[in-house]
């Protein structure tokens, strides 16, 4: 529980660490080329690893929870740790869970991601809102009065997502209709309500009254830039834009000091490029 709100939190860690979202996502890949086993203690080698490096460098890190979920509670446990010695070493947390459902089921995601009670409890919460945005409203509820935060997924990086995502209803996209939504949750100033727009491409969004973070996916493994970064956002209030980066952050390691260099670099490159 915070007093401060997530747009007050975000902000300042923001302003001392730079724009960059590095992303924990323990690909079984990654955990080969390290030269670590695919096993509980391969992920918990590499989830060390990623927390040493990344955790005291970039602003918010996003702990992919696919990779860790793949080893059930076991993975779960090494989640719980990352979770921990991230928010330790002074990043935020966003949990890449995009949870989504009715809105009873939705009080119980948000219990375990959003809830202090909670040992998965983190800053932030990936959700996916095709459910209904309404649907969302229990995770934004106890975000709004915790100073925590939801992104919501708007118009994502992957190609798949414009068939639905850039559908036409009522006189706008339903990406659009997404980002107006977040926007009135954040017109009190709350900044609780993120969206994801993703880097691959342009995105034909107004974000101009979002008031809130955009998480922005694709830079690196998925072949954006910071170059792209600056094109697509231009006239965007570059304050809320939060880049993310896994695999090519992470192919740096198994050294931690090769980790933080790679972070420190990506951020150098989104921070000169908008
Ligand atoms: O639109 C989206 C939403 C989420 N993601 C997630 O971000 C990372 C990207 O990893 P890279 O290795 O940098 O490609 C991953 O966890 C995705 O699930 C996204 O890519 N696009």
């Known amino acids: ?62 702990p992919q929870v696919a990779f860790f979920e793949v080893f059930g509670s076991a993975g779960y446990a090494v989640l719980e740790e990352v979770i921990a010695g991230c928010r330790a070493a002074g990043a935020l947390v966003l949990a890449d869970a995009k949870r989504g459902d009715i809105g009873s089921t939705m ?36 975000a709004k009065e915790t100073g925590r935060g939801v992104f919501t997924l708007a118009r994502t990086s992957n190609p798949e997502g414009g068939d639905v995502q850039t559908a036409q209803a009522g006189g706008r996209t339903v990406a659009q209709s997404i980002v107006d939504a977040a926007a009135a949750v954040n017109a009190d100033g709350s900044g609780t309500v993120g969206v994801v ?44 834009l939060l880049p993310a ?19 420190g670099a990506t951020r150098d490159g989104i921070e000169a490029a908008l």
């Open 1 to 62: 529980m915070s007093e401060a709100t997530f747009a007050e939190r975000y902000r300042a860690v923001v302003a001392e660490r730079g724009r960059l979202c590095a992303g924990i996502d323990p690909h079984t890949a990654l955990l080969e080329q390290w030269g670590l086993p695919v096993s509980v203690d391969g992920l918990r080698a590499f989830a060390d690893a990623a927390v040493a490096g990344l955790a005291p460098i970039a602003a918010v890190i996003k």
């Open 107 to 142: 009080a119980a995601y948000t219990g375990a991601w959003l809830d202090d009670a909670s040992p998965l409890c983190s800053d932030a919460v990936t959700a996916s809102p095709y459910l209904g945005f309404g649907s969302l409203s229990p995770a934004l509820t106890l």
């Open 197 to 240: 727009v993703g880097a691959t491409r342009e995105h034909g969004l107004d974000l101009s009254a979002l008031a809130g973070p955009v998480l922005s996916p694709g830079l690196g493994a998925q072949g954006a830039t910071a170059a792209d970064l600056a094109r697509i956002f231009e006239g965007a209030d570059l304050a809320w």
């Open 245 to 263: 980066a896994s695999r090519s952050i992470l192919r740096a390691g198994p050294d931690v000091a090769a980790l933080a260099a790679a972070a």
